[in-house]
């Protein structure tokens, strides 16, 4: 009891224990602002996120024209977080999923996008007719079309017709029709922020009903690894403020054996 009170006593050591103290709040001030800051963060991210959705979900295919008059459609992208997916958003993803053969957690895919095509054609063939005798003929069909950049559309048929008791009549026809389609995709950020979905193909009469594009983020892989506060027991080398033990407060290298609490930002 005496020793105790003499230390209680000492200036130099309430001093000493004062600015321990002091250095200790101080350090864990830090650390709840730090972790204030990362979850302000988060929630401003999480906000930005569900508004780019309901913005996307509004959106509509906008068709535009590039510099040699082919058309460009375009529309908004959706962000998922997959960490936690909504149940309208596992709807969406589940059917890429299924197409794609993709795992259930859609490990290692950036990027979701479909597209619906409909293509309307009209086309004229050369037709060319050989004999096969006095009452039957065969009637050739054919068509080719290149329009660059990997589109094309070839036709080939024949048709067998017969002349009958004055009449003309087709016995059998058959038609092989090819057609090669080349679409080029993007996704573009926009001035406002946003990423958007482009499409584009110079094949003609192509009409694309509707677009989608999932971009998809995991705040709980992305996350950076978070530290935490705490006491440790260890051996240490430092230099700094000394307390002896006829309770002398000096300064100079020590090495000892205690027990130490460390802020998240001084952990490694």
């Known amino acids: 009891m005496k020793d105790m009170k003499k230390i209680l006593t ?22 709840q602002i730090e972790s204030l800051k990362q979850d302000v963060n988060f929630a401003n991210n999480d906000a ?44 969406l993803t589940n059917k890429y999923k299924k197409a794609l053969d993709l795992n259930d957690d859609l490990k290692e895919v950036n990027s979701l996008i479909s597209a619906d095509l409909e293509i309307k054609d009209s086309l004229l063939a050369e037709a060319s007719v050989v004999q096969i005798d006095s009452t039957s003929a065969e009637v050739t069909y054919e068509s080719y079309k290149d329009y660059g950049n990997g589109n ?13 008791f004055g009449q ?5 026809s058959k038609f092989e029709l090819k057609q090669t389609l080349s679409l080029f995709a993007a996704i573009e950020t926009g001035e406002d922020g946003a990423d958007r979905l482009k499409l584009g193909t110079k094949y ?65």
């Open 152 to 164: 094309s559309r070839s036709l080939f048929g024949t048709s067998t017709v017969k002349y009958d």
């Open 10 to 31: 000492n200036k130099s050591t309430l001093t000493f224990i004062a600015g321990v103290l002091f250095v200790l709040l101080f350090l864990k001030q830090c650390n």
């Open 204 to 268: 003609p009469g192509i009409e694309i009903n509707n677009i989608e594009n999932i971009n998809l983020v995991n705040t709980r892989l992305n996350r950076k690894f978070k530290k935490k506060a705490g006491w440790s027991i260890g051996i240490g080398v430092q230099y700094g403020i000394n307390l002896n033990n006829n309770q002398v407060i000096s300064t100079g290298p020590s090495i000892g054996l205690g027990v130490y609490w460390s802020p998240k930002f001084l952990r490694f």
């Open 48 to 91: 930005n996120r569900n508004l780019n959705n309901y913005l996307a979900a509004q959106d509509s295919v906008q068709v535009l024209v590039n510099s040699n008059g082919e058309k460009v459609v375009q529309i908004r992208s959706y962000e998922f977080d997959l960490s936690k997916l909504q149940d309208k958003q596992k709807e």
């Open 168 to 172: 003309f009549k087709v016995l059998d």
